[in-house]
């Protein structure tokens, strides 16, 4: 049964340019893959096979054949690019896309040190053949990269052929974007954002207050990466305004005036969804 209500952000459908959710598979088995198929895989636009896990995973032919029969893109993590990389075989590495049958990509260069040319001409490369997802930032904490810096390298990476540029924030979504904490960079986002179309961005928020931040400030086809599987879902309704972090984000002011908490003071109630709220 479809259930309908007025004032629900239409999503679109597969493929999308915009509004696209990334899933981390850290090692699902066939079975678990099966289910979040089953579950999710109506909102999930792509599939990263995590860090390195493509090169000790069971049966990765058959995974992949699975995701792509959902209409999921599967593609292999940067890492594992990097691993091929600083052994001088990136040309191993095309092949084993292509063996793999594998339409998109990610280059990075977070736990290895690349110059931006070098890295320019490897976006170029796969840009031929593949859907490039380029990853800007570095995955160790306490490394600060300038807003202006940040903003170059994404710009560039789009012109050399990147589908779309990842924020780099790991799984942990405390390092890049984020603060130690988990907070946004508040200040280093939007500079980017007055530079980089929202749409070529993909944001890595692995957790719920980083995905409710991403979609108040840029709405419900906000590009959002490094979702665990079975967080999707929920993801879903914090985008479509089902859940109390964006529940009155869709909604027309007369109604938003009419059931709106305010406190004492009239600014509106901060509502914040937890566990113990449901």
């Not at 390195?52 to 995973?57: D, K, L, P, Q």
């Not at 931006?116 to 796969?126: Q, Y």
């Not at 306490?142 to 810096?149: D, E, K």
């Not at 960079?185 to 931040?213: C, F, G, R």
Request: aromatic share 8%; proline share 4%.
């Amino acid at each position: 049964m479809k259930i309908k209500l007025p004032y629900v952000p239409d999503r679109g459908t597969k493929p999308r340019n915009a509004g696209v959710t990334m899933v981390m598979d850290k090692g699902l088995s066939l079975r678990q893959a099966e289910d979040l198929i089953e579950s999710s895989g109506h909102c999930i636009d792509f599939v990263k096979l995590g860090f390195g896990t493509s090169y000790v995973t069971n049966r990765l032919e058959e995974k992949i054949e699975l995701y792509k029969s959902a209409n999921i893109q599967p593609y292999l993590g940067g890492t594992f690019f990097e691993a091929f990389l600083v052994r001088d075989m990136f040309r191993d590495y095309i092949k084993l896309l292509k063996k793999l049958k594998l339409s998109t990509a990610e280059i990075s260069d977070g736990s290895i040190r690349l110059k931006p040319e070098e890295k320019l001409k490897l976006i170029k490369d796969l840009s031929k053949d593949f859907k490039v997802f380029s990853e800007v930032g570095s995955k160790e904490a306490g490394i600060f990269i300038a807003p202006n810096r940040w903003k170059q390298m994404m710009e560039t990476e789009l012109e050399a052929g990147a589908w779309k540029v990842i924020a780099e924030a790991r799984e942990s979504g405390t390092v890049g974007i984020y603060r130690p904490g988990g907070k946004p960079h508040v200040a280093l986002i939007n500079k980017i954002l007055n530079k980089i179309p929202k749409d070529s961005i993909l944001w890595e928020a692995p957790n719920k207050a980083q995905q409710a931040y991403f979609i108040k400030l840029l709405g419900s086809d906000v590009n959002l990466g490094n979702i665990a599987p079975d967080e999707v879902i929920s993801l879903e309704t914090l985008r479509l305004g089902m859940r109390g972090d964006t529940f009155f984000l869709h909604l027309p002011q007369e109604l938003r005036e009419k059931y709106v908490q305010l406190n004492e003071d009239g600014t509106e109630d901060e509502y914040n969804d937890d566990e113990e709220n449901g």
